[in-house]
């Protein structure tokens, strides 16, 4: 994609194409598309939806690779798709320090970008940031702050994608973030049972923290696919743009006619990272077995 097709516009959080999420209603969904629970649908991806920042850069991390680092950090966005109970000793920040910890943990898992996000050494030195929706929410504490522990997955056949694990031992957000998941699948099969229009028209809608603000969905027809598996139902299209910093590794929800199977794939990367898009044609089973993203979606 060239990137005179992109613009500046997505380079500034400000212009109109980044809709604050509180903004967001049924108006901003294209003609064709707007229903009730397409609405509830982006929403409860929204709510799943966090802020991502890498304060470490990896020494296994290819250097063709290490562009994006400011000030000592790396924004970007990610998406909340497991919340799994664990019965031992939890390993969050604070029960480490503390001289009780709790006997039991969550893990909440995140989808993000490897451009964010490259090894465990980096998922150690990031924070992630719930339901930062507003910049009154901090102070309101609303936000809820997680520090990523381990990558869950690697995978050489889908380079761009990691699986941020996070502990929790706070069992009410555990029980809500699970909640969204279950939420969200329901409101999947009711949007795949609706009578759709067939619009000739796909909309992406990218929802992320795009330069660290507060939560946005930018609205585009412009992303690229830049690797695609349809032989899986838990295979994984990935998409590229021109961006500004805290949209790579946001969910994109896609809306498209009758054919709408594919509600939501991620992550977003930046066509700038040029780790060798070879290593994308050596399989067209993307961790078919190793995780199952449909059932999270």
């Known amino acids: 994609m060239a990137e005179s097709t992109i613009g500046d516009s997505i380079l500034d959080p400000k212009h109109p194409n980044f809709i604050p999420i509180q903004d967001f209603g049924l108006d901003n969904i294209p003609e064709g598309?707007?229903?009730d629970a397409v609405l509830e649908y982006i929403k409860n991806i929204s709510a799943r939806t966090v802020k991502l920042?890498?304060?470490?850069?990896?020494?296994?991390?290819?250097a063709s690779s290490t562009r994006g680092f400011k000030d000592g950090k790396r924004l970007g966005s990610g998406w909340v798709v497991k919340v799994e109970y664990l019965n031992w000793q939890c390993e969050c920040p604070e029960c480490k320090e503390s001289l009780a910890p709790e006997s039991h943990c969550w893990?909440?898992?995140?989808?993000?970008?490897?451009?964010?996000?490259?090894?465990?050494?980096?998922?150690?030195?990031?924070?992630?940031?719930?339901?930062?929706d507003k910049e009154s929410f901090r102070e309101e504490g609303k936000v809820i702050t997680l520090h990523g522990a381990d990558l869950e997955v690697t995978n050489p056949a889908s380079p761009y994608i990691s699986l941020l694990v996070c502990?929790?031992?706070?069992a009410a957000l555990a029980s809500q973030l699970d909640n969204y998941r279950k939420e969200?699948?329901?409101l999947r099969s009711a949007i795949l049972r609706e009578m759709r229009e067939d619009v000739d028209l796909t909309q992406f809608l990218v929802i992320c923290?795009?330069?660290?603000?507060?939560?946005?969905?930018?609205?585009?027809?412009?992303?690229e696919r830049v690797r695609s598996s349809t032989l899986f139902s838990s295979a994984v299209s990935i998409y590229s743009a021109r961006t500004?910093?805290?949209v790579v590794g946001g969910p994109v929800v896609i809306l498209h006619g009758k054919d709408c199977e594919d509600l939501v794939w991620f992550p977003v990367v930046d066509n700038n990272f040029d780790t060798a898009l070879s290593n994308f044609s050596i399989?067209?089973?993307?961790?078919?077995?190793?995780?199952n993203y449909s059932q999270f979606c």
Not at 53 to 62: E, I, K, M, N
Not at 118 to 128: G, H, L, M, N
Not at 167 to 170: G, V
Request: aromatic letters at 10%; hydrophobic letters at 35%.
């Open 167 to 170: 502990f929790t031992c706070d």
């Open 53 to 62: 920042v890498t304060r470490y850069t990896s020494p296994d991390r290819p």
């Open 107 to 132: 893990a909440v898992i995140v989808n993000t970008s490897t451009q964010l996000v490259y090894d465990s050494q980096e998922a150690k030195a990031t924070q992630v940031e719930l339901f930062y």
């Open 244 to 246: 500004c910093p805290g």
């Open 184 to 186: 969200s699948m329901a």
């Open 33 to 35: 598309f707007r229903s």
């Open 209 to 223: 923290h795009p330069q660290g603000l507060p939560k946005h969905i930018w609205m585009s027809p412009e992303l």
């Open 283 to 291: 399989s067209t089973n993307v961790a078919a077995n190793d995780f």
